[in-house]
């Protein structure tokens, strides 16, 4: 049986390149539109591990990593922020808000696949 695993983006194609590379992969995904719904579907799942965007519409992914930090089940949940930014003062953001890893798109499959491997085993 697959892990289950939180995919965040506003980007409808995204969340869907994630989505196949992991349900391809054998694991089951669930997706949210920006960081309120993501906190929302936290209310009901227990990801093993989330792929974050950081700009996003409502609520961006630093305040979301910031804020799941803060809940006990998401305390220790890898969570890899995925976006185009680069910039290291933005790494370092992440960093302090509580974010485990940063993925720069565009990614490959196997790239995502390799951070699955080496934070989750």
Not at 84 to 89: L, Q, V, Y
Request: hydrophobic content about 40%; glycine content about 8%.
């Amino acid at each position: 049986m697959g892990r289950l695993f939180l995919i965040v983006d506003d980007s409808a194609s995204m969340r869907g390149l994630v989505g196949l590379t992991l349900r391809n992969a054998g694991h089951e995904v669930v997706e949210a539109v920006d960081g309120l719904d993501a906190l929302e579907k936290l209310n009901d799942t227990r990801p093993e591990m989330m792929f974050v965007d950081v700009n996003m519409p409502r609520m961006d992914g630093l305040e979301f990593v910031k804020q799941a930090r803060q809940l006990p089940v998401c305390r220790y949940t890898p969570i890899v922020m995925l976006t185009t930014e680069s910039h290291t003062s933005k790494r370092q953001e992440g960093r302090i808000a509580g974010a485990t890893g940063w993925i720069i798109k565009p990614f490959k499959p196997d790239q995502l696949l390799q951070i699955v491997t080496k934070l989750l085993g």
